[in-house]
T-cell receptor, first 114, second 112 residues
Framework: KAGVTQTPRYLIKTRGQQVTLSCSPI?????VSWYQQTPGQGLQFLFE???????NKGNFPGRFSGRQFSNSRSEMNVSTLELGDSALYLC?????????????FGEGSWLTVV | TQLLEQSPQFLSIQEGENLTVYCNSS?????LQWYRQEPGEGPVLLVT?????EVKKLKRLTFQFGDARKDSSLHITAAQPGDTGLYLC???FGGGSYIPTFGRGTSLIVHP
């Protein structure tokens, strides 16, 4: 069974640009979550999508957005990039919807903003 | 905001030593997961515990879930260099929320 796939793995962007990251969940998983990981803040929750609807949202500015397609694949977008957006962005998928839900991570997309 | 504390933050040990990592909260977990993350990679799930008092073993790793479901521990016996990595606990607090809260992690280095 294929795991969670994220693309691209590495990218460098300039301040002010925008970036789109892609995530393909495990087959059959309908929930996709996005996390930002930095050395200083650890893993922080961005948002979660289930059946093409955003169900939960973390405390990030509106520059961070996402969407989910009918095949459960998801994208996240960051506009007007800032230096502080440099981080590992992790996508996780799960069956979704229960408190005993387990999420499975992709390898992440390393974003460097210069 | 429900907080999840992990300790210690850093561990540097010699091959063959034993170690324990702790994960605590003042709130009850509905479920709790332990992950291991290597540099530049995503976290890999090690175990999920859901029942108070539960003990699970994965080769040299032993995971315990507290009776009150507010704490958990990960014990590694005879650590090896391949155990090096960041160990993360993630808890779901329930009450209608199923988004896990992550600890800051324990960075483990095992020296040969």
């Amino acid at each position: 069974k294929a795991g969670v796939t994220q693309t691209p793995r590495y990218l460098i962007k300039t301040r002010g640009q925008q970036v789109t990251l892609s995530c393909s969940p495990i087959s059959g998983h309908r929930s996709v979550s996005w996390y930002q990981q930095t050395p200083g803040q650890g893993l922080q929750f961005l948002f979660e999508y289930f059946s093409e609807t955003q169900r939960n949202k973390g405390n990030f500015p509106g520059r961070f957005s996402g969407r989910q397609f009918s095949n459960s694949r998801s994208e996240m977008n960051v506009s007007t990039l800032e230096l502080g957006d440099s981080a590992l962005y992790l996508c996780a998928s799960s069956l979704g919807g229960t408190e005993k839900n387990t999420i499975y991570f992709g390898e992440g997309s390393w974003l460097t903003v210069v | 905001t429900q907080l999840l504390e992990q300790s210690p933050q850093f561990l540097s040990i010699q091959e063959g030593e034993n170690l324990t990592v702790y994960c605590n909260s003042s709130s009850v977990f509905s479920s709790l997961q332990w992950y291991r993350q290597e540099p530049g990679e995503g976290p890999v799930l090690l175990v999920t515990v859901v029942t108070g008092g539960e003990v699970k073993k994965l080769k040299r790793l032993t995971f315990q879930f507290g009776d009150a479901r507010k704490d958990s521990s990960l014990h590694i016996t005879a650590a090896q260099p391949g155990d090096t990595g960041l160990y993360l606990c993630a808890g779901v607090f329930g009450g209608g929320s199923y988004i896990p809260t992550f600890g800051r992690g324990t960075s483990l280095i095992v020296h040969p």
